[in-house]
């Protein structure tokens, strides 16, 4: 899996860069490892087919970035990181990994107390030795050992963007098999949740033996833990497990239920059954020794008096209750966005013309699509500067004519700076069909000052909507430090939406955020913040997450017609 360590490095190597205060560089390498992180294809399929230009086609990826991937496709290594990491060596990935621990405190925990990984910084902290630096103080050693203990709940997990490939192709391939009569994912994966510890599988076969032999013998079967005639558990070469389990044909619903879980879900289901004089097991919903459901998941949320409720939504927090009294939601559906309303082209960093994204979204179905470039102060995303904004209006105005049953909405995601003004006049801004407006740098401002610097972008009239509103990124950043109670309130006062940003790592809103803002009766937009249109398809976990949040058709804006799109971002 060389993109899941050549991510790895270039995030190192940005963090070892950031030590040194290199400028810029340290972005770039941190975009590159962003992008490889989630990218399908193998990095060193891409440079067989297509040599290093191939590699510089990769979005983020420049040429400076693609050497360092023949580098390492051809010997395995990058001599520059590892002249980087002899210079500084320390743990970086998990060092950076605890919260709030930047590449630069890193690097004065290493010269003073010689803290190297985890466990050194654990044990400082633990002793007081960190309250003692310059700059750091009681608090922020208490943060990192909250720091700590965070990741330690979370270690071993992966993104749901990458592992629903993998899942993607297990099953494909155990479908083909003419032993395999029903297969369904289970567990974390079939709930959407954001991060996966493993991969479960159901699967109903006459011949299960036959099943088992050939999912521990796939390619990308890493290690067998255990191989048995109905249950099977492996390690693949990525790094997580997948266990298959062969059911009965008259169990399977009950299987799917049980092992859907969560746990706490079926803590629930198990004692309405049990109160209704019922056994509910993964083998069925039993009234004495006789089973009374268990062919399909329906049947047996009917038989304990539920209607279906979605795997989304079966967390215990609330979905039970709300289902007895008839109150669950209408969730949206994976098919009703109409359009994405966040896509970078090659006029900033991303790959692909404004004609290849509108083909690419015809592609997709959508009625429409918006282009948003990056404006001014990002320089290292090639932000656009009002003239190259004006020209690209123009230039969207031509190709719009080319195009039947697709608009093409002209936007830009302007940069929210420190003081909350933005940088591009709002002239400019009043003609764009839509105004996307982010924090993009000063992420350690405090609670006070991030939510005022917000505020003020979203009374700007012309901020439509404000993206990626947290800022965390998964396992890599946690969200800044806002009110969002507050947020909430602004947004209702200024109609602003809010988006929920579907890019793999981000996820941001998230599902509680998103259940919240619900709540509030806030506007919501679910974007892919592509920056190349094989990036299109993450639209799927934008809406996983907003099923999560209990957000229905009607809550999410780019599920309406153009027309009435707009109406919002007048
Ligand atoms: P993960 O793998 O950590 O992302 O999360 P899950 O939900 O996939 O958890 P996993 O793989 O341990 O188990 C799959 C499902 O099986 C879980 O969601 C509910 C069910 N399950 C597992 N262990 C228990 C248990 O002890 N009691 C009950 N009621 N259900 C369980
Ligand atoms: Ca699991
Ligand atoms: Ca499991
Ligand atoms: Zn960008």
């Known amino acids: 899996m060389r993109n899941f360590e050549l991510a790895k490095i270039f995030y190192e190597i940005a963090d070892f860069l950031e030590i040194r205060e290199v400028e810029f560089k340290p972005r770039a390498y941190e975009k590159a490892a962003r992008v490889l992180g989630t990218l399908e294809k193998d990095a060193g399929e891409i440079y067989k087919d297509g040599g290093l230009k191939a590699l510089e086609d990769i ?21 520059e990181y590892e002249k980087l990491k002899k210079k500084c060596p320390v743990d970086m990935e998990a060092l950076t990994a605890v919260e709030g621990l930047g590449p630069k405190m890193i690097k004065v925990l290493y010269q003073k107390l010689k803290i190297r990984n985890l466990k050194d910084l654990e044990k400082a902290a633990k002793d007081g030795k960190i309250r003692k630096l310059e700059k750091f103080g009681e608090k922020s050693e208490k943060n990192i050992l909250q720091g700590i203990a965070f990741l330690k709940k979370g270690k071993g997990r992966f993104s749901l963007g990458f592992v629903l490939p993998l899942v993607g192709k297990i099953i494909r391939e155990l479908k083909e098999l003419k032993e395999v009569q029903e297969i369904s994912p289970a567990g974390s994966i079939r709930r959407m949740k954001e991060t996966i510890g493993d991969i479960d599988i159901l699967a109903i076969s006459k011949n299960p033996e036959k099943v088992m032999d050939f999912f521990v013998n796939r390619s990308g079967v890493e290690k067998v833990w255990a191989k048995g005639p109905t249950k099977s558990s492996v390690r693949l070469r990525e790094g997580l497990d997948c266990d298959l389990r062969v059911i009965k044909k008259e169990s399977f619903g009950a299987a799917l239920q049980y092992f ?36 399909t998941e329906k049947e047996v949320y009917q038989a304990i008096g539920l209607p279906y409720i979605e795997p989304e939504l079966r967390t215990n927090t609330g979905e039970i209750e709300a289902a007895l009294k008839g109150h669950l ?38 009625q429409y699509i918006a282009i948003t470039d990056h404006t001014g102060d990002l320089k290292i995303a090639g ?31 302007v940069n929210i700076r420190k003081d909350g003004s933005l940088d591009m006049p709002d002239e400019i801004l009043a003609k764009l069909d839509i105004v996307l407006a982010a924090v993009h740098s000063g992420f350690k401002t405090d609670k ?24 965390r990124v998964l396992f890599r950043r946690g969200p800044y430090q806002l009110d969002f109670e507050e947020i909430l309130k602004a947004a209702k006062r200024t109609k602003t939406a809010l988006e929920i940003n579907a890019f793999p790592d981000r996820l941001d809103l998230k599902d509680t955020d998103i259940r919240q803002a619900v709540e509030a009766g806030i506007k919501l937009v679910i974007n892919t913040d592509s920056h190349h249109q094989n990036q299109f398809h993450y639209m799927e976990l934008g809406i996983a997450q907003a099923r999560r949040g209990w957000a229905e058709k009607k809550d999410i804006l780019n599920t309406q017609p153009v027309e009435k799109l707009l109406e919002n971002f007048l």
């Open 59 to 79: 979005p983020g990826v420049g040429k400076h970035i693609a050497l360092k991937i023949e580098e390492f496709i051809k010997t395995g290594r990058i001599k």
């Open 260 to 295: 859907t879980g969560n746990k706490d879900h079926n803590i629930l289901t198990r004692r309405l059954a049990m109160n209704k004089g019922l056994k509910l097991n993964e083998y069925g919903v039993f009234r004495g020794k006789k089973r009374i459901a268990g062919r």
């Open 329 to 366: 939601p209408k969730i949206i559906s994976y098919n009703d966005i109409l359009g994405d309303l966040q896509v970078h082209t090659k006029w900033s960093d991303g790959s692909d013309t404004i004609e290849g994204i509108a083909e690419a979204a015809k592609k997709m179905g959508y």
């Open 383 to 413: 932000g656009l500067d009002e003239e190259r904004l004006l020209k690209q209006m123009e230039e969207i105005d031509k190709i719009n004519k080319k195009f039947k049953n697709l608009k093409i909405l002209k936007g830009c995601e």
């Open 448 to 471: 006070d000052s991030m939510t005022k610097r917000m505020i003020k972008a979203m009374e700007n009239p012309n901020v439509d909507v404000i993206v990626h509103p947290t800022g």
